[in-house]
Each structure stands twice: as C-alpha cells, then as structure tokens.
C-alpha cells in the first residue's frame, strides 16, 4: 500500500482491526445494507468494477476459483450493480493471471 493514498491510512489502522470492523457492521446490519452502502460510498460505475476486482482477486488469491466463489461474486455484482457479463469478463481476465 505504500506510495498510494490509502498508505497512512493501513499504516495507522491495522488491516486486522478494520476487517474486525466490517464484520461487526456486516452482522448488525445484514450483507444487503452493508454492499448497498458499498456501491452508495463508492458511487462511480468503474469504482465499483474496481471493487469487485478487488474481491475477485481475493477469492482467487489461493489459485482455485471454486463455484460457491463465483457465485458469491455474482451475487456481489448484482449488489453492486455491476453488469454479469462484465463480472464474468473480470473473473475471466483476472483468474487467467
């Protein structure tokens, strides 16, 4: 993350702490209000792809993209009001690497 906006940011926060946070959010107020308030924050149509991108490449990182993984990414795309076709083409370009 050096050298980018976000830098500071990780650097004064423990990714562990912020991740403990989402998911305290996520369980109070549900997957549904958590991703609309995602794509509400992000608002811009390639933040969003860049988002999804993001969470492609963490489901893959192991280098197995598994079926409940892609239909959580699917599922992930509709919430964000990212295209399937597009989605499909970014798991395609990204799982490919």
């Not at 050096?2 to 989402?22: F, N, Q, R, S, V």
């Not at 998911?23 to 109070?28: D, F, G, K, M, T």
């Not at 209000?33 to 993001?54: H, M």
Request: charged residues 30%.
């Amino acid at each position: 993350a050096e050298g980018t906006d976000h830098a500071a940011t990780l650097a004064a926060e423990p990714l562990a702490k912020m991740l403990d946070a989402a998911q305290a959010a996520s369980e109070e107020q549900g997957r549904d209000k958590r991703l609309e308030a995602v794509k509400e924050a992000l608002g811009d149509v390639d933040a969003l792809k860049a988002a999804l991108a993001l969470a492609i490449r963490v489901t893959a990182a192991d280098g197995i993209m598994r079926t409940s993984e892609r239909e959580f990414i699917m599922e992930l795309a509709i919430a964000l009001g990212v295209d399937g076709d597009t989605a499909a083409d970014l798991v395609r370009d990204i799982t490919r690497k």
